[in-house]
Structures are given as C-alpha cells and as structure tokens.
T-cell receptor, first 114, second 111 residues
Framework: DAGVIQSPRHEVTEMGQEVTLRCKPISGHNSLFWYRQTMMRGLELLIYFNNNVPIDDSGMPEDRFSAKMPNASFSTLKIQPSEPRDSAVYFC????????????FGDGTRLSIL | GEDVEQSLFLSVREGDSSVINCTYTDSSSTYLYWYKQEPGAGLQLLTYIFSNMDMKQDQRLTVLLNKKDKHLSLRIADTQTGDSAIYFCAESSPGANNLFFGTGTRLTVIP
C-alpha cells in the first residue's frame, strides 16, 4: 500500500523565491496535516484539513505561508517569499479522520533557503 | 494547553533494555502514541494505547501507562543498533483529530 507521498524530497533555493511543497495522502484518508521540524523548535503543527477544509491554521508562522487542498488526494504548502529561517524539514501526514486515529507520515521535504 | 515532555537523550548497550519515558498534562487524553524517526525519514507509528489500558505488548515493545501520574513509557527489550532513532510520544484528546507531540528522545545504542 502506498503511504503518504511528498515531493520534492529536497529543495534548495535562494531567499525571495517561491517554494511549493506537495503531498498526496493515503487513499481514503480524510484528514491531512502539515508539520515543520527544526532542531530549535522540534515538531510543529502548521495546519490541518478535514475533508479538504482547513480546520486549524494557527500554527502557520505568517502570511508568507499558505496551504491548499483542492481535492482529497492532493495538498500544497507554499512559501512566498521564502527566507533562510524557513529552512527545515516539512512533513505531511494523513489519517482516516475518525476520532483519535493515528497519523501516518510522509518522508518529508528537506528545505534549504540560501 | 496540552504539554508532552520527554527527556532528550538515552544511551544503552546493545542487548540491554531501553526505557523511554513521557509525561503529559491533559487528563482527558484518550490515545497515546509512540512514533520512531530514523535519520532522514518521517515518523513511523510504532504502537498506541487507549487510555483505559495499563499495558500493551507487541513483540519487543511494551507500553506502560500510569494514568494517575500521567506517565507513559516505552520499553524496548534486547535493544539492537537498528533501534537507534528518535522516539516521539504523542497524545490526543476526545474528539480531536490532531496530536500533541513531545520533543522526542534520541536513543543511541552502543555496540
């Protein structure tokens, strides 16, 4: 069974550029989560969706970050313009959406902003 | 808000047992989870326990839950070098879809 698929696995770009991270959740899962992981702050929840609708975006650091889920099988996290402090590993996770069901994580996108 | 705490580091010798501890503050927690993260990879679900259970065993893994003290532990028997990773504790509340993660414990297994 295919797990959560993220692309790209690595992204290196210059500050000021737009960055788009992509995620395909596990088929049949109704909830999707975006996390950021850094050494300093650990694992942070940025935003999550239920049935393609954003439920809680309080973790999104600022207006430069935006996330969309146009359909049940695809989501994007966009940073525009990017800054060096955005460098981190970004994870996408999905779950069935039923109460307390575990989340399944992708392998992450390692983002470096120069 | 919810707070989940773990010690940052643990070192054990190969073949010994490892015990990774976690404390949480939300008394209404319903499920508690253990995830493993290997270098360069995402978080892999290891096991989880419902809050009305005291213990769950799965091969080399034993999860103990002390609900009164809000303390969760993961015991790995006969620890192997392949067990070296970061282990995250996480909890969820009733009706909640999101998880609250601890800082992770980096387990180093010494050959």
């Amino acid at each position: 069974d295919a797990g959560v698929i993220q692309s790209p696995r690595h992204e290196v770009t210059e500050m000021g550029q737009e960055v788009t991270l992509r995620c395909k959740p596990i088929s049949g899962h109704n909830s999707l989560f975006w996390y950021r992981q850094t050494m300093m702050r650990g694992l942070e929840l940025l935003i999550y969706f239920n049935n393609n609708v954003p439920i809680d975006d309080s973790g999104m650091p600022e207006d430069r970050f935006s996330a969309k889920m146009p359909n049940a099988s695809f989501s994007t996290l966009k940073i525009q313009p990017s800054e060096p402090r955005d460098s981190a590993v970004y994870f996408c996770a999905s779950s069935s959406g039923r109460d307390n069901q575990p989340q399944h994580f992708g392998d992450g996108t390692r983002l470096s902003i120069l | 808000g919810e707070d989940v705490e773990q010690s940052l580091f643990l070192s054990v010798r190969e073949g010994d047992s490892s015990v990774i501890n976690c404390t949480y503050t939300d008394s209404s927690s319903t499920y508690l989870y253990w995830y493993k993260q290997e270098p360069g990879a995402g978080l892999q679900l290891l096991t989880y326990i419902f809050s009305n259970m005291d213990m769950k065993q799965d091969q080399r893994l034993t999860v103990l839950l002390n609900k009164k003290d809000k303390h969760l532990s993961l015991r790995i028997a006969d620890t192997q070098t392949g067990d070296s990773a970061i282990y995250f504790c996480a909890e969820s509340s009733p009706g909640a879809n999101n998880l609250f993660f601890g800082t992770g414990t980096r387990l180093t297994v010494i050959p």
